[in-house]
């Protein structure tokens, strides 16, 4: 059995198809669904997520959003989404290094955007994840 998965970003619909379980983070923690889930309104997590579609998974980084589950139809309405084949880890690597950076001489730099630094860090995180998943 099986359930329609809609991924949409600031940039449109990303993903539009029918899969067969979904497995994601939100703000209260890791969720998997399956077809006829409950009806679920809730806050994603910087985190990767995968989904199963005739029994291959297909792995990708979440930025951030909401997740709407109604009537075996499964939104994520994502800040940003990646897939794993699009990442460029040693990138991702050096993004990491810079925000724990900054964000480790926060008591020193007054100019210091706290919240994008932390936002820059779980976002290179989820990119690094997301890549090391199998």
């Known amino acids: 059995m099986s ?3 809609v991924i949409i970003s600031p940039k449109g619909v990303y993903l539009d198809k029918e899969v067969d379980s979904l497995s994601v983070k939100l703000t209260s923690g890791y969720r998997t669904i399956l077809s006829h ?3 679920l309104i809730g806050a994603l997590a910087y985190a990767p997520m995968h989904y199963v579609e005739n029994g291959k998974t297909h792995f990708y980084a979440i930025h951030g959003g909401a997740i709407s589950i109604k009537d075996n139809k499964v939104n994520l ?5 990646e897939a794993k084949h699009d990442i460029d880890i040693n990138r991702a690597k050096q ?3 810079r925000a724990e950076k900054r964000l480790s001489n926060k ?3 007054i100019n210091l955007d706290v919240k994008r630094a ?13 890549y090391e998943e199998n």
């Open 107 to 109: 008591n020193y730099d």
């Open 95 to 97: 993004a990491k290094d």
């Open 3 to 5: 359930f329609k998965l």
């Open 37 to 39: 889930h409950a009806d």
């Open 118 to 130: 932390e936002a820059a860090l779980a976002r290179a995180i989820a990119r690094i994840k997301t």
């Open 77 to 81: 309405i994502v800040n940003a989404v």
